[in-house]
C-alpha cells in the first residue's frame, strides 16, 4: 500500500519560512520523480517544484529563488524548503510520486501566510 504522508504545515507570517516534509512508503522511492503541488482556494491545483530520480528539478517561476526541493533516498523523504513566503504562497501543498505509468497523492498539508 503506498502511503506519502506530508508535514510542516502551517500559519507563518509574511517574509518567515517553512519546510515540509512528504514521507513514503510502499514505492521504490529513488525511481520516483518527486513533486510539491499546491491548490490556492478557488484555483486549480499547480505544479510548486519537482524533482526527479537524478536530482534534475524544476519549478514554477512564482517560486523560483524562493523555495527548493530536495531528497533523501535514505529516508524515502522529500521535503520543500520555502522562504521568503507570501500570502499569495497561501493553499493547501500535496506531495506527488510519479512514474510515467503511475502517480500517487498525499493527503496534503496548509500552507498559510498572513500579510
Known amino acids: 500500500q503506498v502511503q506519502l504522508v506530508e508535514s510542516g504545515g502551517g500559519l507563518v507570517q509574511a517574509g518567515g519560512s517553512l519546510r515540509l516534509s512528504c514521507a513514503a512508503s510502499g514505492i521504490t522511492f529513488s525511481r520516483y520523480t518527486m513533486g510539491w503541488y499546491r491548490r490556492a482556494p478557488g484555483k486549480q491545483r499547480e505544479l510548486v517544484v519537482d524533482i526527479s530520480s537524478g536530482g534534475g528539478t524544476n519549478s514554477a517561476n512564482s517560486v523560483k529563488g524562493r523555495f527548493a526541493i530536495s531528497r533523501d533516498n535514505a529516508k524515502n523523504t522529500v521535503y520543500l524548503q520555502m522562504n521568503s513566503l507570501k500570502p499569495e504562497d497561501t493553499a493547501v501543498y500535496y506531495c506527488?510520486?510519479?512514474?510515467?505509468?503511475?502517480?500517487?497523492w498525499g493527503q496534503g498539508t496548509q500552507v498559510t501566510v498572513s500579510s
Open positions: 506527488n510520486a510519479r512514474l510515467p505509468s503511475s502517480s500517487y
